[in-house]
């Protein structure tokens, strides 16, 4: 292996472990803002428990995306210093917002959301709550403005310093609302919501399966469904959205996702298949036109193919048709499991009924694999662009850097990042197996919900 494949292989890694948690953050905050003021608007004290237990749980995922966040901005100078000099006016502007407008939004009112209960008032508190919920959204803002840039890059200007090619800002709006930002942030944040939803919806389905915290699992698991049915309904529209911004920004991302190749053709949308990329087929199973009808709404329309694209800019075909149709799969999935739970629920059978509960435990991995192959997506459709069509990824690369140091320190951030995932999933079972802490003698949670449904 190269060193760039080493360095791409590291980079990779880190941050798809860190993309475990700030989904978690970002949908279970805005599942604490819905728990907390269903507890402010009925006075039901089984909402504050079950506010106080997710909160235990929104903390320990917050603490464990910081700590893994950090090691990817090292990563920026030591093993792709070229691209950092490259994207530097750009990214430092992003990031910089994010700290200012984001992570001391979150920060700073997390103490309250953790420590103010029964300190400050209970409005004070909510709007802690409500605070750190949206600082933990606007991070996703700032980021995914970043990333988005490296995909449609825009309101800038290339200058030259001493040979030295990079980008500045010349319209920091523009560089914001990008041609793609916009869609690609609300498609990441109903995966968030989503991710969130499920993690709630899990828990609650095993409490119920154990028979445990009973009355809290019911009202928990409706919530989450509740949220889980709009972020599965809303992914299919941000979906196709980001989809159309591909087929106009990024036509050779769009040809590989669908794995379409001639030009003067319309293009066929795949259910499943597997392509070889030597002879340049498809095998598997798709509906005729429908994509061109999906891009365009005329399926006769053609499509363009890979063919019309220089072979060194033309992305890994396979890899990139199976993440994305993977991810679609998954996101259909999900909207099912919502819809039959749901009417489940509405049979007055959800909870009696061990068989689909045990599905739903299990669903919580379903969401997480989803915006982990989506990024990978829209990462690997991207390339050879580390900057779409400004900057390719080999050209990125740190000059000094060897494929030993990379190694190295792969094999250190493994062991590490295997350390600390075990220390969150012994956390987390601990703290579902305690369980929200409530003196059920002296609360009614049966009658305060009857009360309050």
């Known amino acids: ?23 978690l953050s970002i949908g279970l905050g805005i599942i604490l803002v819905i728990m907390e003021g269903m507890y402010l608007k009925t006075g039901n004290k089984m909402y504050e428990v079950m506010t106080k237990f ?37 990214f430092g502007s992003a990031l910089a917002a994010e700290g200012i407008f984001a992570f001391f939004l979150e920060s700073g009112f997390l103490a309250i959301l953790l420590f103010g209960w029964n300190r400050v008032g209970k409005k004070t508190h909510f709007f802690a709550t409500c605070m750190v919920s949206l600082g933990s959204m ?6 995914v403005v970043a990333n988005s840039w490296q995909q449609t890059p825009a309101g800038y200007r290339l200058v030259n310093n001493g040979g030295v ?23 990441t944040l109903g995966g968030a919501f989503l991710a969130g939803a499920f993690l709630v919806i899990s828990v609650s389905a095993y409490y119920l399966i154990k028979k445990r915290h009973e009355e809290i699992a019911k009202a928990g698991l409706k919530i989450a469904l509740l949220v889980a049915l709009f972020a599965s ?27 379409h190749y001639d030009s003067l053709s319309p293009g066929d949308l795949y259910m499943f298949g597997w392509v070889n990329e030597t002879d340049k087929k498809v095998y598997g199973i798709a ?35 199976q993440t994305y149709h993977l991810m679609v799969a998954i996101g259909f999935s999900l909207i099912g499991l919502t819809l039959i739970s749901i009417f489940l629920w509405w049979r007055g059978k959800l909870f009696t009924s061990v068989l689909w509960l045990k599905i739903l435990v ?11 192959i989506g990024w990978y997506t829209a990462e690997i459709g991207r390339q050879p662009w580390i900057v779409y069509g400004l900057l390719k990824t080999s050209d990125g690369l ?36 305690h369980g929200p802490e409530a003196k059920t003698k002296e609360l009614d949670f049966s009658e305060n919900l009857r009360m309050t449904e």
Not at 54 to 83: H, P, Q, S
Not at 138 to 143: D, K, N
């Open 1 to 23: 292996m190269t060193t760039e494949l080493w360095a791409r292989l590291q980079f990779a890694f880190t941050i798809s472990f860190h993309y475990i948690y700030p989904p």
């Open 398 to 433: 740190s000059k000094t850097v060897t494929s030993e140091h990379i190694i190295f320190s792969l094999i250190l951030f493994t062991l590490i990042y295997a350390g600390l995932f075990v220390v969150f999933l012994y956390l987390l079972d601990k703290k579902i197996k």
């Open 233 to 259: 309904l809303f992914q299919l529209f941000t979906g196709h959205s980001s989809a159309s911004g591909v087929a106009v920004n990024q036509p050779a991302k769009l040809a590989a996702m669908e794995a």
């Open 138 to 143: 606007m991070s996703a803002v700032w980021i």
């Open 362 to 372: 299990v669903s919580v991995l379903l969401p997480q694999i989803a915006n982990q």
């Open 165 to 187: 090619i990079r980008a500045e800002i010349t319209d920091f709006w523009g560089m914001v609302f990008n041609p793609s930002s916009v869609e690609r942030l609300s498609h």
């Open 287 to 321: 509906i005729p036109g429908m994509l061109s009808f999906l891009i365009h709404g005329d399926p006769t329309v053609p499509i363009r193919g890979l063919d019309s694209f220089p072979k060194d800019e033309i992305p890994p075909v396979n890899v990139t048709f």
């Open 54 to 90: 997710w909160v235990k749980i929104f903390a320990l995922t917050f603490a464990m995306g910081v700590a893994t966040g950090i090691v990817m901005e090292f990563e920026f100078g030591t093993n792709w210093a070229t691209y950092s000099r490259f994207v530097g006016d750009i």
